[in-house]
């Protein structure tokens, strides 16, 4: 079963916009984490929140946490067309089980 | 950051036989690993959690018996699809959890694309 549920489901914006993707979960969590997954491949980690931080940054992303709304959102600020790809978030309830959300297909245009 | 090596990257196998994926972590240890299964354009889907030493734990709707699951190192992990039908044809995909530093953080294989014919 799936935890997470992302929107939008798809975005496409023009380089150098800032893009933002939202997920919303059902269950208490540990920790949520932001992966990107090009076209057929696997997945890379960009981020990782912890259920008592509300805000964290790396690099262009910034990731946000509210879990009394049990969601959190995704900003890439100044796009590039190489930051096309799908991104998933995942929450970890526990040690064992890490469950994603349905993603969001972001394409920039050049 | 830690490497999960998973091999092979894509197989195409006749209908009726078996299909054996490996998934190692390659500069650590792990002694959990998940396996996902993800069909084209959605998302990643649990199939069953793999420890190290003991029997896999599946997720609801996944048979033991297609899809079996061997960890028998702290750095290796093996799917094994049988008797693979066409319907089985999706992108499989392990992920080992990070220690040390790393710790709660997964670290993901390349994925393998099984084409069953």
């Known amino acids: 079963s799936q935890q997470g549920e992302e929107d939008p489901q798809a975005l496409s914006i023009q380089e150098g916009e800032n893009a933002t993707m939202n997920c919303s979960y059902k269950t208490s969590i540990n920790n949520l984490q932001w992966y990107r997954q090009n076209s057929g491949r696997g997945l890379v980690h960009l981020i990782l929140i912890r259920s008592n931080e509300r805000e964290k940054h790396s690099g262009r992303l910034r990731v946000t946490l509210d879990t009394s709304k049990k969601s959190s959102s995704l900003l890439i600020t100044a796009s590039r067309a190489a930051d096309t790809a799908s991104y998933f978030c995942?929450?970890?309830?526990?040690?064992?089980?890490?469950?994603f959300g349905t993603g969001t297909k972001l394409q920039v245009i050049p | 950051g830690a490497v999960v090596s998973q091999h092979p990257s894509w197989v195409i196998c006749k209908s009726g036989t078996s299909v054996k994926i490996e998934c190692r972590s390659l500069?650590?240890?792990?002694?959990?690993m998940f396996w996902y299964r993800q069909f084209p354009k959605q998302s990643l889907m649990l199939m069953a959690t793999s420890n190290e030493g003991s029997k896999a734990t599946y997720e609801q709707g996944v048979e033991k018996d297609k899809f079996l699951i061997n960890h028998a190192s702290l750095t290796l992990s093996t799917l094994t699809v049988t008797s693979a039908h066409p319907e089985d044809s999706s992108f499989y995909i392990c992920?080992?959890?990070?220690?040390?530093?790393?710790?709660?953080?997964?670290?993901f294989g390349e994925g393998s694309r099984l084409t069953v014919l």
């Open positions: 500069d650590f240890q792990a002694t959990t």
């Open positions: 992920s080992a959890r990070g220690t040390g530093r790393n710790t709660g953080e997964l670290f």
């Open positions: 995942a929450t970890d309830g526990g040690y064992q089980k890490v469950t």
